[in-house]
């Protein structure tokens, strides 16, 4: 194993640009991973590049990755983002938004590159409480991945012990935010929205822009987006 | 839930398409899922073609995915295919035809179908016997992927157990051969080869024609394939 040679998963968003935030601070070289899936805006990919940029990141691969064909989801398929919801209304069941197996399709993906490239941890910024209820964004999940890691992969064979870290499962979005600014993270590179609008600006509307918009006032900061809904205004 | 209605993992060798024989005789509405991850050779994938059809099975879905770029396998890069070694050579360690976390990828992409087609049982045709060392073959590696995929998925936070069935797992190959033949199962349109020639046909040396071969020996049964070695001979 390469020591503190880390892969991180990093979508463009908020949490993930953290997640890698944190882990550089630690002085860990960092392969980031990121995702072509067909999403329905290839905005979050620009955003995790630039985000991958600005960290300085060692590494930055996308795979391309066809999730379209599968469907099932508001994020690959014809389906509506729900909008205007109350961060009450978001944690209730699981969203349209939510993509079938998400998670463990791209936890897969990172434990393939992580027994190619000999590391042994994999971080991933997934986040339990204020999220929508994605079931593969929680402790138990990430824990049952692990232990799958560690019996799927030639690298636990020969010994060394895969780890999966989720380093904000258990923070709030204030706390995340909090987090990355005390480490000089510029949240102006990430985009957060389920259902940007035809310049590419973050809608306001969708589960994730209210979540995003709730975390920053919490935590006392500007949300630096620029959003559709103020424009109109 | 669809009663009935399964998913098996379909890539054109033996092993899958025995195991699609047995579901299919059970009287299963089967969903075959293939992928086509840039392998060195698309024989495979239209040999599950070919065995999909010749089974009568329900639905037959190709998934697109990017393993090149990840590559660390003789499978996905420019690695020699070992040749002529014996069953206990095979047997030692991984070898370089192991695809680093391919079953994990695989199984997680089923997940997926399984989630969307509200499916809940998914059959891999794993062997843990007579087979190359690959460690995400091994009972313990299917049980791991079946309690992630209980922690995974919105179907089982509604209440459905999704169940991960590799009927072969603990068979050898020629019970393997043996079961398909009593189906009636076509074993010429299957294909084992990890380096076939310029004309397709199996090079008949590399460790999956060598455990093939041995299969049909001991099975008492006439292999099918058309070998290169044996045209030069």
Sequence with gaps: MTLNKVIVLL?????????AAIVKDEGCHVIALSFNYDQRHGIELEAAKKVARHLNLD?????????????????TAAIDVPKQRSAEQIKEGIPVTYV???????????????EVEKVADIYIGANSLDYSGYPDCRPEFIEAFEKLANLATKTAIEGSKIQIKAPLINLTKAEIIKRGNALGLDYSLTFSCYDPDKEGLACGQCDSCILRKKGFAEAGLTDPTQYASMVIE
């Design 59 to 75: 590494k930055h691969m996308i795979l391309n990755i066809d999730l379209s064909q599968i469907g099932g989801s508001a994020l």
């Design 100 to 114: 079938p197996a998400r998670n463990t399709i791209f936890l897969s993906y990172a434990l393939a590159v992580a």
């Design 11 to 19: 979508s463009g968003g908020l949490d993930s640009a953290t997640t």
